[in-house]
């Protein structure tokens, strides 16, 4: 329990960092052009090096890669806190992208590790509650902390509380000679066909959500409504934290396989009603229903790449989940864009709906890939080490 706390903590400037980017952004240069260049930045930095980060984590071990990218991250939030020049504002932006610390990739593959796995759908889940309090609290921090102080107080004060989150990870995580591991040898490593699977179906995932992130302000606007945004987006986050609690109190339905095919759907479904909204407390409703399978199927998704894949590439292969997230936000902020601007909004959850269907229609015909062997492929578990600081998850404790 407490190596998810400290990675939430440790998560936090990266969450708000977009957000936070954008608002400094246009304070220190006086452009949106710019902050939104940086905010880009941001986002394909952490696209590029996010697998070769998580390399970086199955050879050497979580600490050296931590620290080493949790100062360089901190040094470049620090340089944009001062920088008012735009070329060189959207460079560190750039740099804090690409330095960004692997703190729930690494939290992510030490609990594969850490956890029994008759616990591990439980504990995954938890972690996704953790995340979605995160996405929820966040916005509302930054809100206040700007009423308070402005954004370069902000981005400073999470900063520091990251960072104290990161440190306190590194402290927790077990000694270095478990955590590394040696390196694979040979091209065909278990569970290949179901990582492909996975990350080729969260692509059309996270164009959903890119799509979203454009369509819930839009709406808002669309109905005379635009102060609601920020609302709508809470609502939205807390139907998928309702989801998660259950998912951690109740455990998953059947096999992974079965769940993460049942949430893919579930999600699929929900987004039609979408469409249907013509106001703001009908549009609340939609997005509470709609969010109840988000988080679950996060956790599911974890738990099957855990159990598919052999610990050294473990960090690897979330780091690929998270290139393939930027990218399917990326096409799917642009594509539903276009659309609103063309078709209207509420022809534009059409790319909602579409992006969705196409991430079910390719784990449908990749289901045979899913199915799980009775044992994850790494076979060290260091189960002391998950009591560092807590009481750890037993078979029957979420935490």
């Known amino acids: 329990m407490l190596l998810i706390v400290l990675m939430t903590v440790a998560q936090l400037p990266v969450a708000l960092r977009q957000l936070l ?17 940086a905010s880009a930045g941001c986002g394909i930095g952490l696209a590029v090096t996010a697998p070769l980060v ?13 620290l080493a990218t949790g100062l360089a991250h901190l040094l470049a939030l620090l340089g944009l806190a001062v920088t008012t020049e735009p070329v060189a504002f959207v460079a560190l ?9 692997p703190a729930v990739g690494s939290g992510r593959a030490q609990l594969a590790r850490l956890v029994a796995p008759a616990a591990l759908a439980r504990a995954y889940a938890v972690n996704a509650v953790g995340q979605e309090v995160l996405y929820v609290g966040g916005p509302l921090a930054v809100t206040l902390s700007l009423l308070i102080s402005g954004p370069t107080a902000a981005l400073l004060a999470f900063a520091v509380i990251g960072s104290a989150g990161l440190l306190g990870m590194v402290a927790v995580l077990p000694p270095r000679d478990a955590d590394r591991q040696p390196r ?3 091209s065909a490593l278990p569970g290949q066909a179901t990582r492909r699977t996975v990350v080729g179906t969260h692509i059309g995932y996270m164009m959903g959500i890119g799509a979203m992130w454009v369509l819930v302000p839009a709406f ?7 102060d609601q945004a920020g ?14 609690v259950l998912l951690a109190s109740r455990g998953r339905p059947g096999s992974p396989a079965v769940a993460y095919l049942t949430m893919l759907g579930t999600l699929a479904a929900t987004s039609v009603a979408l469409l249907l909204p013509r106001n703001v407390p009908q ?8 969010g109840l399978a988000l988080a679950p199927f996060l956790a599911v998704t974890d738990e099957i790449l855990a159990r598919s894949t052999p610990a050294v590439r473990l960090p690897e292969t979330y780091g690929w989940l998270q290139t393939a997230g930027q990218l399917g936000i990326a096409a799917g902020s642009a ?3 276009v659309v609103n601007d063309h078709l209207g909004n509420t022809w534009a959850f059409l790319v909602v709906v579409g992006a969705l269907a196409l991430a079910l229609i390719v784990a449908l015909s990749r289901r045979r890939t899913l199915r799980l062997p009775s044992a994850a492929p790494q076979a060290e578990t260091v189960g002391s080490a998950v009591t560092a600081g807590g009481s750890g998850f037993g078979r029957d404790d979420a935490g």
Request: hydrophobic fraction near 50%; charge should be positive.
């Open 283 to 290: 549009m609340a409703v939609a997005l509470a229903v709609f």
């Open 21 to 37: 980017v954008v608002l400094l952004g246009h304070q220190n240069t006086g452009s949106f052009a710019t902050a939104g260049v």
């Open 93 to 101: 932006a750039t740099v804090a992208g690409l330095s960004t610390p």
């Open 220 to 226: 808002a606007t669309t109905v005379g409504h635009p």
């Open 335 to 337: 594509t539903s864009g």
């Open 54 to 66: 998580g390399r970086l984590l199955g050879r050497l071990g979580a600490r050296p890669v931590l």
């Open 184 to 186: 694979a040898k040979g």
């Open 231 to 244: 609302l709508l987006v809470t609502i939205w986050s807390v139907g998928s934290l309702a989801g998660g």
